[in-house]
């Protein structure tokens, strides 16, 4: 069976500091992974997928199969960045990315 | 991007009513899913609503309690039938198979069941 882990469930930092959101995942296949975030009063939106290999408003996310792991980074942290995140696994057969397994969520607070 | 319309946003219902949430996208789309995420928890995908057909359940989830229509590539509905406080969730309509094969989802229904 497929899972996603996001050990943290709150996460603070302060302005200008580094952020990691951890999300590790079981997956007997070659999985795609996700990170999906929602702020305030919006609705999910992704914000990057490891096939992409891109970086999006600073945040960037090595797959690593070693270590089953998918954490999103950020070098210097945002008040913006303040909202809830979630890591996300698709392992459909066929790659489909649709029909999505999704971690827990952390919620990241950003201080001034 | 699709723009997704899902109503009602919230509602509270009594226990043993059923309730219908409607989603319904500005372009068709391939696929259309279901979610709940109960409180504290993950979003967790209740079915692939199939247009034409009947709806294919996640393990755990059955047609009798969530009876889900996809009359077309633009709409579709999902019910919460014979409702207890158990089933208080947010549900999520998410639709796929636009050009950029990104996912994406609607505003949410909140439930509560008093």
């Known amino acids: 069976a497929q899972r996603v882990t996001q050990p943290e469930k709150l996460l603070s930092v302060f302005k200008g500091a580094p952020v990691e959101l951890k999300c590790n995942y079981s997956?007997?296949?070659?999985?795609?992974l996700f990170w999906y975030v929602q702020y305030s009063r919006q609705r999910l939106q992704l914000l990057l997928r490891h096939i992409s290999r891109e970086s999006i408003k600073g945040f960037t996310a090595d797959l690593n199969k070693g270590e089953t792991s998918f954490h999103l980074k950020k070098p210097f942290a945002q008040e913006e960045d303040s909202a809830m995140y979630y890591c996300?696994?698709?392992?459909?057969?066929?790659?489909?990315?649709?029909?999505?397994?999704f971690g827990k969520g952390t919620l990241l607070t950003v201080n001034p | 991007s699709a723009v997704i319309s899902q109503k009602p946003s919230r509602d509270i219902c009594q226990r043993g009513t059923s309730l219908t949430i409607q989603c319904q996208v500005d372009s068709q789309v391939t696929m259309m899913f279901w979610y709940r995420q109960q409180p504290g928890q993950s979003l967790t995908l209740i079915a692939t609503?199939?247009?034409?057909?009947?709806?294919?359940?996640e393990s755990g989830f059955v047609i009798d309690k969530f009876p889900i229509s996809r009359p077309n590539l633009t709409f579709s509905t999902l019910t919460v039938s014979n409702m207890s406080p158990e089933d208080s969730s947010i549900y999520l309509c998410s639709v796929a198979g636009l050009m950029n094969t990104e996912a994406f989802f609607g505003q949410g229904t909140r439930l509560t069941v008093v």
């Open positions: 997956y007997s296949g070659s999985p795609e």
């Open positions: 996300a696994l698709s392992g459909e057969s066929g790659g489909s990315n649709y029909k999505l397994t």
């Open positions: 609503a199939n247009q034409g057909s009947e709806a294919t359940y």
